[in-house]
């Protein structure tokens, strides 16, 4: 993503996501169970029966600092839906069914790619859900997600695409990530990412890295920023809007020049209690990496050109790490 245009311009990715041909079929390094949620949650309805060998996943909720829970939540609330079912309950049909409780669209089934693979139970859960953008009238909201079927764990992050209605946003259309096959081979900084236990990858993420196409500048500032925090990423390549969302201009993430980050050291970024100090002083070494265009929930000075921190709302969830080359 470049600089957006200020603190009430939310911005960041319209369109597609990238050409590819992987998905939930990615495996996931963390597979014993399902990842830690944004909030305290609830049980989730479709979860597995307790005779399931899938593992028992909780229901994602907002948690506090959220710009407008409600918009994250509906996009949740639609990948959870098509992404997790009781054993006999798979098929579109079903999934049409699930999704037309929530109110919205059964025709989205249609678009959820690896969010619904061959598979007669699964569970889902979401790890994070981050801004694409949001607007007055419109959104983009990145649900990260593991998911596990019968002998295999995978999972996938979704660009989730929302227009404002009443009494709720409407989920208008889904676009899952497709990071592409894996590298025959990867260069050592992509396989030091793989294995430093400081860098947590979801799926599609760690995906990314293995199809062997993220600059090497990204790995290098992963690996050095792992040398002081341990982050959590939602999203480095695939699942992320192609344009900064409303504009035309290219974001950084689908060429592999960017990451972003929405946890360090175990803290939410959008929790208002993470203390500030510690993610400025993430954003400040994120830039001592060569990152150009760093955003994150506060507006930083003092940086080597005009545009090197940034700050709105679409930012106030996560971190944004970019780089020219």
């Given at each position: 993503m470049r600089q957006p245009l200020g603190r009430r311009a939310l911005l960041l990715g319209t369109g597609g996501l990238l050409a590819g041909t992987t998905g939930c079929s990615a495996?996931?390094?963390?597979?014993?169970?399902?990842?830690?949620?944004?909030?305290?949650?609830?049980?989730?309805?479709?979860?597995?029966?307790?005779?399931s060998s899938l593992p028992a996943t909780t229901a994602w909720r907002p948690g506090r600092g959220e710009v407008d829970p409600t918009v994250k939540l509906r996009a949740v609330q639609v990948v959870e839906a098509i992404g997790s079912w009781p054993a006999g309950q798979g098929g579109a049909a079903a999934a049409k069914r699930r999704?037309?409780?929530?109110?919205?669209?059964?025709?989205?089934?249609?678009?959820?790619?690896?969010?619904?693979?061959?598979?007669?139970?699964a569970a889902l859960q979401v790890i994070d859900a981050q801004y694409g953008g949001i607007l007055a009238d419109s959104a983009s909201v990145m649900v990260v997600c593991r998911q596990w079927i019968p002998g295999h764990a995978g999972g996938t992050t979704v660009d989730v695409r929302l227009s404002r209605a009443r009494p709720r946003w409407e989920v208008t259309a889904l676009h899952p990530a497709r990071p592409g096959a894996a590298a025959a081979s990867l260069p050592m900084a992509a396989r030091k990412v793989l294995d430093e236990p400081r860098i947590g990858l979801p799926p599609a993420a760690e995906a990314d890295i293995r199809s062997g196409h993220i600059h090497p500048t990204v790995l290098r500032a992963l690996l050095?920023?792992?040398?002081?925090?341990?982050?959590?990423?939602?999203?480095?390549?695939?699942?992320?809007?192609?344009?900064?969302?409303?504009?035309?201009?290219?974001?950084?993430?689908?060429?592999?020049?960017?990451?972003?980050?929405?946890?360090?050291?175990?803290?939410?970024?959008?929790?208002?209690?993470?203390?500030?100090?510690?993610?400025?002083?993430?954003?400040?070494?994120?830039?001592?990496?060569?990152?150009?265009?760093?955003?994150?929930?506060?507006?930083?000075s003092g940086g080597a050109t005009a545009n090197q921190f940034f700050t709105d709302n679409t930012h106030h969830d996560h971190v944004h790490v970019g780089f020219a080359s």
């Open positions: 495996a996931s390094r963390t597979e014993a169970g399902p990842a830690t949620s944004v909030s305290p949650a609830t049980p989730v309805t479709a979860s597995p029966s307790p005779r999704v037309a409780a929530l109110g919205a669209p059964p025709s989205l089934v249609d678009r959820a790619g690896p969010l619904r693979p061959d598979a007669d139970e050095g920023l792992a040398g002081t925090y341990r982050i959590d990423i939602s999203v480095i390549r695939s699942g992320h809007p192609l344009y900064v969302f409303g504009t035309d201009r290219p974001s950084d993430h689908p060429v592999g020049r960017a990451f972003d980050v929405w946890r360090i050291d175990g803290h939410l970024v959008v929790d208002p209690g993470t203390s500030r100090r510690l993610t400025e002083s993430f954003m400040r070494d994120a830039a001592a990496a060569g990152s150009y265009n760093v955003g994150g929930p506060f507006q930083l």
